[in-house]
């Protein structure tokens, strides 16, 4: 029920830095949470950061903590992943999405709209 778009998505050395970005083009007052998944092929979809919209109350996966950060511009509709330090591990097609849930929950399965995905490549 939300349109969601990403970009942001880019090869970069480990260490370095990117903002991801999600715009809501249909976001409305029943978007409640949002967050960024990600998924290597043949692997599942892995939580990565989720937002509650409302309050701004976070939750992250115990490997991006300290390094991620989630935020949501109301004005602009558009959710946002700051990555710092990144690993090879980070390697990944990173989603962005939204859902009705309260909780900022980190189970793709919590969520039923979802971006095209973008792609980020840590390599040296």
């Known amino acids: 029920e939300v349109q969601l778009t990403e970009s942001g998505g880019d090869l970069v050395q480990p260490g370095g830095s990117l903002r991801l970005s999600c715009v809501a083009s249909t976001y409305n007052q029943n978007t409640y949470r949002m967050g960024w998944f990600r998924q290597v092929p043949g692997n599942g979809r892995g939580g990565v950061a989720a937002?509650?919209?409302?309050?701004?109350?976070?939750n992250y996966a115990a490997s991006v903590k300290g390094r991620f950060t989630i935020s949501f511009d109301h004005a602009k509709n558009t959710l946002y992943l700051e990555m710092n330090n990144l690993k090879v591990e980070d390697t990944a097609m990173y989603y962005c999405?939204?859902?009705?849930?309260?909780?900022?929950?980190?189970?793709?399965?919590?969520?039923?709209?979802w971006g095209q995905g973008t792609q980020v490549t840590v390599s040296s």
């Open positions: 999405a939204a859902g009705d849930g309260r909780f900022a929950s980190l189970w793709h399965g919590d969520y039923d709209s």
């Open positions: 937002i509650r919209i409302r309050d701004g109350t976070t």
